[in-house]
């Protein structure tokens, strides 16, 4: 991978390891808080490879609709580790459990 594509995965896994226990973010907060807005999709691209980088809590990013990751069953698992309730078997409750950043 290209350093500044290096850099640019460090600067979005560093916002979502700033994301609280018990909390999530969606992919377009973490984009903002990155200071590119419009690039949600990107944030997605980054998280599929995190672990290349290290350990971070993906877990705890999801879309704009509380929804989680299609076919990541122990997403669901690690949040209600975090005491998150899920609303249905794939929706969380984002004005209960978003970080407020």
Same mark, same amino acid.
């Given at each position: 991978m290209?350093?500044?594509n290096h850099h640019l995965a460090y600067e979005i896994l560093s916002a979502?390891?700033?994301?609280p226990f018990g909390k999530v973010a969606t992919y377009g907060q973490i984009a903002r808080l990155i200071g590119r807005d419009k690039n949600a999709r990107l944030v997605g691209s980054v &998280? +599929?490879?995190?672990?290349?980088?290290?350990?971070?809590?993906?877990?705890?990013v999801v879309?704009?609709?509380?929804?989680?990751?299609?076919?990541?069953?122990?997403?669901?698992?690690? &949040? +209600?580790?975090e005491g998150v309730e899920l609303k249905?078997?794939?929706h969380i409750c984002l004005k209960r459990y978003q970080w407020d950043c």
């Open positions: 290209h350093p500044k979502v390891s700033e994301i &998280l +599929r490879h995190a672990a290349d980088y290290g350990n971070y809590p993906c877990h705890r879309n704009a609709a509380g929804r989680l990751v299609p076919g990541w069953a122990a997403q669901a698992d690690l &949040l +209600r580790d249905d078997e794939t």
